[in-house]
């Protein structure tokens, strides 16, 4: 009794503790944590909601290069960091642009185009290749800079480097300030397993710029040839690959991945045996959520079955493991549906992985916009076999303002540094002019900016 006594005439230690002190403490805590503190007394509201905090909650749980690139995206403008972080959380919807004109005779544009690549990088637009009316394969490469006004109409740029060979469905990613292009096909139905390696020289005041392309030396190891798989960066210096269209028409459902050296002048392929692993299939996603994580969602199964199955690839240390998300479709508003391949899908400030597009098993093209939501998926550590459990909410289908595109698939799209900003090109559309010709489809040359719409 008596110490129980002493204890309760002595104020809690925590009250002593200084506020920098504090910061640090509430920095190791999650966000609903951190919440309840700041309920229990004034000063530690006042703590709890300061900008100081917040603004490293933001850097801790968005990525510190996000945030740069946001603030200098904004002109450095002050932001409200907590609000910020609530409005992702409850992001409902996105803001549509569009950035290309009808061309005029003095004006160089890419072609329109699908099954393409475009890439963010050094603030510039980069786009290769694709397919093209009649099925012939494009072999040319583009650049628009933009800088920090991303709304701004682009000028592009054509280099002219004749490598690498003309293709369609091949992946293309950027791995630090470099491209790393994998495979495709050409328009006599080749398949091509070649890596290539593309670095960029700015001139001065990004007058011009200087593209130059190489074939990276990876030894004799490679994947077999194959188009129309997905790729992303993984890690520092590494690039995986799944599944696609292989030789005879094959779908396949191995995975790979690159290994860059340091300089970037050699790479090692491996493969990733793993099981369970996700079904062979074409026309899907990979997309990196961070850290040696990546998820898989949808593509054309070997019945030729538009898919909506969720994977996540794990790469620890010593460690590869797919594991599918189990979810529940009763969760997907009525009257829409989440199969479909074609589409594109990104990871976006806040953790969001941004899926837009596509077209389903009867070949109606979409152009909805929805969110994944990786904080809903529980980390493959620690979690049993048999597949992991979603909770409830990991879908949300966001409304679109503004400009209204052409419902697409086969389009490609990137997320600009800060995550908030997507820019789309091409893609197959309805062919709304003349629908009695060929098979009702035209190839899309058009470039629209998706910015999610946050009240800063």
């Known amino acids: 009794m008596a110490e129980s006594g002493s204890s309760s005439a002595n104020p809690t230690p925590i009250l002593h503790l200084a506020q920098d002190h504090l910061l640090t403490i509430l920095l190791l805590l999650p966000v609903d944590s951190i919440v309840s503190f700041g309920m229990t007394c004034k000063r530690f509201s006042s703590i709890a909601t300061s900008d100081a905090l917040w603004d490293s909650i933001c850097k801790r749980d968005l990525g510190p290069s996000s945030m740069d690139a946001l603030k200098s995206s904004l002109h450095h403008h002050p932001i409200p960091w907590m609000r910020l972080y609530k409005e992702l959380t409850l992001l409902h919807s996105v803001s549509c642009c569009k950035l290309s004109s009808h061309p005029d005779a003095n ?26 009316e009649g099925g012939r394969h494009l072999d040319d490469t583009w650049v628009a800079y933009f800088g920090n006004n991303l709304r701004r109409m682009p000028k592009w740029q054509k280099i002219h480097s004749g490598v690498p060979s003309g293709r369609f469905g091949h992946s293309c990613v950027v791995i630090d300030n470099y491209l790393v292009l994998f495979g495709g096909i050409d328009d006599r139905g080749n398949r091509h397993n070649d890596t290539w390696v593309a670095q960029f020289v700015t001139h001065q005041d990004n007058i011009g710029i200087t593209l130059s392309w190489r074939l990276l030396d990876v030894n004799s190891i490679a994947p077999p040839p194959r188009g129309a798989h997905a790729a992303c960066c993984i890690s520092n210096r590494r690039m995986v690959i799944h599944g696609g269209i292989g030789l005879h028409g094959v779908r396949l459902g191995d995975t790979w991945v690159l290994e860059l050296s340091e300089n ?5 392929w491996s493969e990733v045996v793993a099981h369970p692993s996700p079904p062979p299939r074409s026309g899907h996603t990979l997309t990196s959520i961070g850290g040696t994580q990546t998820v898989l969602f949808g593509g054309r199964g070997l019945g030729y079955e538009v898919l909506s199955d969720v994977w996540l690839l794990d790469m620890s240390e010593g460690c590869s493991k797919w594991e599918q998300i189990h979810y529940d479709l009763q969760n997907v508003p009525q009257g829409f549906s989440l199969p479909r391949v074609g589409h594109s899908a990104l990871l976006m400030l806040g953790g969001l992985v941004l899926i837009y597009g596509g077209e389903d098993s009867h070949r109606h093209r979409k152009n909805d916009f929805w969110v994944l939501d990786i904080s809903a998926i529980p980390s493959v550590r620690g979690q049993q076999a048999g597949g992991l459990k979603s909770k409830a909410n990991m879908w949300r289908r966001l409304e679109a303002e503004g400009y209204k595109p052409n419902s697409r698939s086969f389009h490609r799209a990137c997320a600009d540094n800060s995550g908030r900003y997507l820019y789309v090109f091409g893609g197959m559309v309805d062919n709304l002019v003349h629908p009695a010709e060929s098979s009702g489809l035209r190839f899309d040359g058009e470039l629209f900016l998706v910015e999610l719409l946050l009240q800063l």
């Open 107 to 132: 004006s160089l544009v890419p072609s329109p185009r699908a099954s393409h690549t475009i890439n963010f990088v050094s603030d510039y637009l980069v786009l290769f290749g694709g397919g093209c």
């Open 264 to 268: 970037v002048y050699f790479g090692a």
